[in-house]
């Protein structure tokens, strides 16, 4: 079975705060991806990495950083926390085919909230 | 307009009712994928299709490709079907999913 973990289920923050999220995956896969879901607005991709060292900026970009040192683990960073970022962040991972779908593989979520 | 719409936004059944989700898209894409959200948890994939139909215990997806169009129906609903269900497709030559913004299903005994 596939098992993607993320560091914390729930999280509070303060304004301001440096504010780390990490995430785990155990098969192997290329791909890790970031979200965020908000009531109304569903998941919206914030951050993709296809290799280690490799990332691509997805819709929602501004106010977030990550980082992929090694292949099985991808940070989330918010450099400093805002109350508008509080949210469910979502972890996921895929293996890469080439021309051919593969389905995500989800983590459990963070709720982070920042006061 | 969003590139994946669903609808209803919100579906409340009695235990033992037919249920219909619908999802239409406007993009090519390569496949489209059905998840399931529980309350406070993590998603899970129920099916990634292409073309035709798919079954899986008491749920079935459907996709019709000329008109740009998925359902997923459930059959004899439970309690335990309760939950947000989101449509996703992959877009050609791109690794990332477009999502819609979700069904929330609520079955009452």
């Known amino acids: 079975d596939v098992k993607v973990t993320q560091s914390s289920r729930y999280l509070v923050k303060r304004t301001g705060e440096k504010v780390f999220l990490e995430c785990v995956q155990d098969m192997d896969h290329e791909n890790m991806f970031w979200y965020r879901q908000d009531p109304g607005l569903g998941l919206r991709l914030i951050y993709f990495s296809y290799d280690v060292k490799m990332k691509e900026k997805g819709d929602i970009p501004e106010g977030y950083s990550v980082s992929r040192e090694k292949k099985e683990r991808f940070s989330l960073i918010l450099e400093s926390a805002s109350t508008n970022q509080t949210s469910m962040y979502l972890c996921?991972?895929?293996?890469?085919?080439?021309?051919?779908?593969?389905?995500?593989?989800f983590g459990p979520g963070t709720r982070l909230t920042v006061t | 307009k969003n590139e994946v719409e669903q609808s209803p936004q919100n579906l409340t059944a009695q235990e033992g009712e037919f249920i219909t989700i619908n999802c239409s898209y406007s993009v090519g894409i390569s496949a489209l994928h059905w998840l399931q959200q529980h309350p406070g948890g993590g998603i899970v994939s129920l099916f990634m299709l292409s073309s035709g139909k798919k079954k899986h215990g008491r749920l079935i997806a459907t996709i019709n490709i000329q008109e740009k169009h998925s359902s997923l129906h459930i059959t004899a609903s439970h309690p335990r079907d309760s939950a947000v269900y989101i449509c996703?497709?992959?877009?050609?030559?791109?690794?990332?999913?477009?999502f819609g913004t979700g069904t929330r299903l609520q079955v009452f005994p």
């Open positions: 996703a497709v992959s877009s050609y030559n791109t690794d990332k999913l477009i």
């Open positions: 996921a991972s895929s293996r890469v085919f080439p021309d051919i779908p593969y389905e995500q593989y």
